[in-house]
């Protein structure tokens, strides 16, 4: 019990301090401030509030190494300190540490604003999701034509196929001087280059093989 009540004394005498450093602050009295919050610190060093009472002292002196010190301490105590993640923040943009700084702003605002945090993330993820849905519907349209196409594409092959089967090239009356640019003597047909169907200069249907040559 005794032991109790002297840490409760303790503490209430760490908080008048806090108060008067609190005071001190006001009138501008940094430095009297900065004692008043040491002290408290000294009787309890695990409250962060102290340490960030103080470092906004010294941020008052332009004194940033104090003021790191002092915020990192807060931090460690406290890993959500929003005064401390601030104040740090605002330390490493003065030492142009940029992107630390930003982060801690990050962490500040993050801190400050659990709620409108949470929302943002939301947001971003159903903008994210958006995004890939849409992607991914690009892709099957994209994928579905190239299938059409193909489809078309075949269904040409099969009418010409069909024709050329219907209506085959005539052949030579005599001797055996194959088609157009092949062989030598006797009466010819050229079939011409055949346009649209793929013949070669040896008479061969290269598109499609030798399945539509004349037997």
Excluded at 139 to 159: G, P
């Amino acid at each position: 019990m005794v032991l109790e009540a002297g840490l409760a004394g303790v503490a209430k005498q760490a908080e008048q301090l806090r108060l008067d450093g609190n005071f001190y602050f006001s009138k501008d009295r940094y430095g009297a401030a900065i004692d008043a919050y040491t002290e408290a610190i000294t009787l309890c060093p695990n409250v962060p509030i102290y340490w960030t009472n103080r470092a906004l002292c010294h941020l008052k002196r332009n004194d940033w190494t104090k003021v790191e010190a002092d915020c990192r301490k807060a931090i460690q105590l406290d890993h959500d300190s929003v005064k401390g993640h601030y104040l740090l923040g605002l330390t490493l943009l003065q030492r142009n540490e940029y992107a630390e700084g930003i982060k801690e702003l990050e962490k500040w605002y993050q801190n400050k604003n659990p709620e409108t945090m949470a929302a943002k993330k939301v947001d971003a993820l159903e903008e994210k999701l958006e995004v890939e849905v849409g992607s991914l519907k690009a892709t099957i349209d994209e994928r579905f034509n190239t299938v059409e196409q193909q489809f078309s594409s075949l269904e040409t092959m099969l009418l010409k196929l069909t024709e050329l089967h219907l209506n085959p090239p005539p052949v030579a009356s005599k001797g055996y001087g194959g088609l157009a640019g092949e062989g030598s003597g006797g009466t010819e047909t050229e079939v011409g280059d055949g346009a649209g169907v793929g013949v070669t200069g040896k008479g061969e249907l290269g598109a499609f093989g030798g399945e539509t040559q004349p037997e």
